[in-house]
T-cell receptor, first 116, second 116 residues
């Protein structure tokens, strides 16, 4: 069965600190896709990244970086030099061919608070 | 333009009322989604339309009735709701359902529904 675990329910950091959000996934499929979404207090989910299971290269986009490790089934997200605007709930999600009727399987989310 | 719009932003309705939520996208996407999100939980998929046809219904009660008048619009008709239906209702769209290669979904800001 597909499953996404975000063990950190809430994280609080001081501005300018680096923070890593963990995501561990389970799937029986060899072809799958992983996503990260950001949900600020306004409510809208903002797409951040999509990564397929064949591309294990780490990705960097500005202050954001993602570390994909198939050996540990993890797809962790790091924010460097955090800012107050990074405060949000972050969801990791999985989609594979076994997802059936649920195109995206979400983790429970990690609430990040960045304090000025 | 990666924008999905939803109206209204907030809605308060009684249990005997009939109301509708509206969603619109102009990205040429062929899949559109309704999600329900309770506080401190991830979004839960309700319905998926693919090429204007209902493709997925996640066993949603009949008091929720989706409609896809055209490829850009998605409605959710509400009737005889219960207080426990109070939640944030999110609309999303993607290039298509992407059963082989899942595409990222773009979300609207949501409608915050309160049933009294």
């Amino acid at each position: 069965a597909q499953k996404v675990t975000q063990a950190q329910t809430e994280i609080s950091v001081v501005e300018k600190e680096d923070v890593t959000l963990d995501c561990v996934y389970e799937t029986r499929d060899t072809t799958y896709y992983l996503f990260w979404y950001k949900q600020p207090p306004s409510g809208e989910l903002v797409f951040l990244i999509r990564r397929n299971s064949f591309d294990e290269q780490n990705e960097i986009s500005g202050r954001y970086s993602w570390n994909f490790q198939k050996s540990t089934s993890s797809f962790n997200f790091t924010i460097t030099a955090s800012q107050v605007v990074d405060s949000a709930v972050y969801f990791c999600a999985l989609s594979d061919r076994n997802s059936g009727n649920t195109p995206l399987v979400f983790g429970k989310g990690t609430r990040l608070s960045v304090i000025a | 333009d990666t924008e999905v719009t939803q109206t209204p932003k907030h809605l308060v309705m009684g249990m005997t009322n009939k109301k509708s939520l509206k969603c619109e996208q102009h990205m040429g996407h062929r899949a559109m989604y309704w999600y329900k999100q309770k506080a401190k939980k991830p979004p839960e998929l309700m319905f998926v339309y693919s090429y204007e046809k209902l493709s997925i219904n996640e066993s949603v009660p009949s008091r929720f009735s989706p409609e896809c008048p055209n490829s850009s619009l998605l409605n959710l008709h509400l009737h005889a709701l219960q207080p426990e239906d109070s939640a944030l209702y999110l609309c999303a769209s993607s290039q298509d359902m992407g059963l082989q290669i899942p595409y990222e979904q773009y979300f609207g800001p949501g409608t915050r529904l309160t049933v009294t």
